[in-house]
């Protein structure tokens, strides 16, 4: 696959969260709705060293196909980390303090993506 729009970008990190386990993933659809990003995930993980693992792979697995966030939050403390991929924003909590912030009823209005499960090959190509 080769990642030519922000939907294709987002199902793509859908895939590679669920590859690693994240927990009830949420892919917000904020097109004209958000002015930062078109896309944001929400994803829960069991443990301060699951959201760090969550995060370190990402980075990893979107660096080999010459996709890099523009910037990466919160990964020291291992809470709620911030990875930044302009056109899609993943948010990976510790589940405790996802219910917290609720950012899911932030944007209650905004449609939700499928799974990304049912997108199909593998492979990206970073343009």
């Given at each position: ?97 996802r219910a917290v912030y609720d950012l ?24």
């Open positions: 696959m080769i990642v030519r729009d922000s939907e294709a970008l987002a199902r793509w990190l859908a895939r590679l969260i669920e590859e690693k386990k994240g927990e009830d993933l949420v892919v917000l659809d904020v097109r004209g709705r958000s002015p930062y990003t078109d896309f944001i995930l929400i994803v829960s993980a069991r443990s301060a060293r699951h959201v760090q693992g969550l995060a370190e792979f990402l980075e990893a697995e979107t660096a080999r196909q010459g996709v890099y966030p523009l910037g990466i939050e919160g990964l020291t403390q291992g809470h709620w980390v911030v990875m930044d991929y302009g056109d899609a924003v993943v948010h990976i909590f510790y589940e405790p303090v899911e009823s932030l944007w209650a209005e905004a449609p939700r993506l499928e799974s990304g499960k049912s997108s199909g090959e593998e492979t990206v190509v970073g343009g």
